[in-house]
């Protein structure tokens, strides 16, 4: 009555349907590792020189972002408005800047002066834009500037710290 039930040397043999089932299973789990990764490829940001973009030139992006600057400086929010995409012109209102200001610093200062401007293009899921980056010196802070444009050179995007 001792007998062994289970030998570990047999082996099932598997049948055609199986070997089918777990061959369509690999290729579905390929297919989604493939689609994933191309996916996650076109939704990362891509960064490049603006010297060798096609969608914007160089000295029109430093150009507006020392307006843009400038018009932070002069209080100027109808021009901010007008240089502003759609979406920006909510948040480019006189209580909205002058709330980002305070947090900064109570006190700015008269402006003194403003640094070389870096630029880079970011393109992701298919929207460009042109990105400045500049320094602003105040009496009593200084400011380092995020603008980014859109392709109808629209300011989209606006960081200060």
Same mark, same amino acid.
């Given at each position: 009555m001792n007998q062994k039930l289970y030998n570990p040397k047999f082996k099932e043999k598997k049948t055609a349907a199986e070997k089918k089932k &777990? +061959?369509?299973n690999i290729v *579905? *789990?390929?297919v989604i590792l493939v689609l994933a990764s191309v996916a996650t490829y076109? =939704? =990362?940001?891509?960064?490049?020189?603006l010297e060798d973009s096609t969608l914007f030139d160089e000295a029109t992006v430093k150009s507006q972002a020392e307006k843009v600057i400038g018009y932070i400086n002069a209080d100027d929010y109808e021009s901010l408005q007008d240089v502003s995409a759609d979406k920006m012109k909510e948040i480019m209102t006189e209580e909205r800047l002058s709330e !980002? &200001?305070?947090k $900064?610093? #109570?006190d700015w200062g008269a402006f003194k002066s403003m640094g070389d401007i870096s630029t880079t +293009? *970011?393109?992701k899921r298919g929207v460009n834009a042109a990105v400045? @980056? $500049? +320094? !602003? +010196? @105040? %009496?009593? $802070?200084?400011i380092h500037y995020t603008l980014a444009f #859109? %392709? #109808?050179m629209k300011l989209a995007s606006f960081g200060m710290q």
């Open positions: &777990k +061959t369509r *579905i *789990i390929a076109w =939704m =990362m940001p891509r960064t490049g020189s !980002a &200001k305070e $900064v610093s #109570d +293009t *970011i393109s400045a @980056y $500049v +320094t !602003a +010196t @105040y %009496e009593n $802070v200084e #859109d %392709e #109808d």
